[in-house]
């Protein structure tokens, strides 16, 4: 198979523990079946039979971005909601009328996985235009079995044939149905010892994930799941501390968390607690955004302590309409003040951490997957500068243009 250099370029391999963006100016990169075997000066390459190459003329190459938090597949659309709370209507009456999260479940219930399928095509063209190769994918939005398995096997079917790497989590405790509203610790029941095997058994779940909030599930239904996750092998993440300090953060920790996501409430407690555990923390600069938030996540903490930190879009119908990483990565630097290298190491390395893959992505280096983004920028700053330019060249995944 012959290999495939990179050069002429100059490249951002997020690398840490030098300067920022770990950047050699004049570079390239030898790729062999699929994975980099090597990176770093141009005149040092190490080319000593034939290679297809691809000259870059200057520009700037990073890890493809990872966009390690959405809920990309979902039936329907809320951009009427969007207009009627705009025109003042309270989300509290929307929700009352079968709107919020309910009108986004009866949709997706209602809708065939080709459905389902084609519409989260349309939301991850904006995502890979961006630079993104690698996406995580929850379900949450059928709160049954069939669905949420729905959901999953869309997820999964994205990952083989859309030219994106998928993880996906199982977000079964994501809200409770209106049929299980009278009878909540049935449907705790259902989602913990019912779709959550189940999903596991058909090979559709890589990680489990949970909404912990007062109007959502508590920290003892959130444990309950997580000792279900653990007994089947797979690991936990945990939207926690988003609308109060009510612990998550710390849970998340217990449960040796791959991530907690928000955070905006989290106290010091909590966010030692991360530190300790190596829980990275998912900055979600959309959500943020668009629900007006006031409190910001706890940057200043999260540095003194280690904690690392992501970025991602948090792409869903109804918080977060946004699908594309460029931007988030801009709202992550203007509204939480993270420097650009922090934000794209949040959407390089630290994302890929967040997903249990910081042995296969985001860094360029030998052993790691050849998933690249080439930019046409002159320095990688400009990725959290520009809001709403087209930025990229092009994309590679596995070594292949993308």
Request: glycine share 10%.
């Amino acid at each position: 198979m012959t290999g495939l250099l990179l050069t002429d370029c100059r490249l951002a391999t997020m690398v840490p523990g030098g300067a920022p963006f770990g950047p050699i100016e004049d570079g390239a990169v030898l790729i062999e079946a699929g994975r980099i075997v090597w990176a770093g000066a141009r005149a040092e390459a190490p080319v000593d039979k034939p290679v297809e190459t691809h000259r870059l003329d200057g520009r700037w190459v990073t890890p493809g971005l990872v966009d390690c938090h959405t809920h990309l597949v979902f039936g329907g659309d809320r951009s009427g909601e969007f207009e009627q709370r705009l025109n003042g209507v309270s989300y509290e009456d929307i929700a009352r009328a079968g709107g919020g999260i309910v009108s986004t479940m009866t949709a997706t219930r209602a809708a065939s996985e080709e459905a389902l399928y084609a519409s989260a095509l349309t939301r991850l063209a904006g995502l890979k235009a961006t630079g993104v190769t690698t996406v995580e994918i929850k379900s949450g939005y059928g709160l049954d079995r069939d669905s949420e398995l729905k959901m999953l096997r869309t997820a999964r079917r994205i990952g083989r044939e859309a030219g994106v790497r998928v993880r996906t989590s199982y977000l079964g405790l994501h809200a409770v149905p209106p049929e299980h509203r009278a009878d909540r610790v049935a449907y705790v029941d259902k989602a913990v010892d019912g779709i959550l095997p189940a999903a596991h058994a058909e090979g559709l779940v890589d990680a489990v994930d949970a909404y912990c909030e007062p109007i959502a599930f508590s920290v003892e239904e959130v444990g309950r799941l997580f000792e279900k996750a653990r007994a089947l092998g797979l690991p936990v993440k945990l939207h926690a501390d988003q609308l109060s300090d009510g612990g998550g953060a710390a849970l998340a920790a217990r449960y040796g968390a791959l991530s907690a996501d928000h955070v905006e409430h989290t106290a010091e407690a909590g966010v030692k607690a991360m530190a300790a555990a190596g829980v990275v923390a998912v900055l979600l600069p959309g959500a943020f955004l668009m629900l007006r938030e006031t409190q910001l996540p706890p940057v200043a903490l999260l540095r003194r302590h280690g904690v690392e930190m992501a970025v991602a879009t948090d792409c869903n119908p109804g918080t977060s309409p946004v699908a594309s990483m460029t931007a988030a990565l801009n709202l992550a630097c203007v509204q939480f003040r993270l420097t650009p290298e922090e934000a794209l190491a949040g959407a390089t390395r630290v994302a890929a951490k967040a997903l249990g893959l910081a042995d296969e992505i985001g860094t360029i280096e030998a052993g790691k997957a050849a998933d690249l983004a080439v930019w046409d920028v002159e320095r990688p700053a400009e990725l959290c500068y520009w809001l709403g330019k087209p930025l990229l060249h092009r994309r590679y995944l596995a070594g292949a243009p993308a």
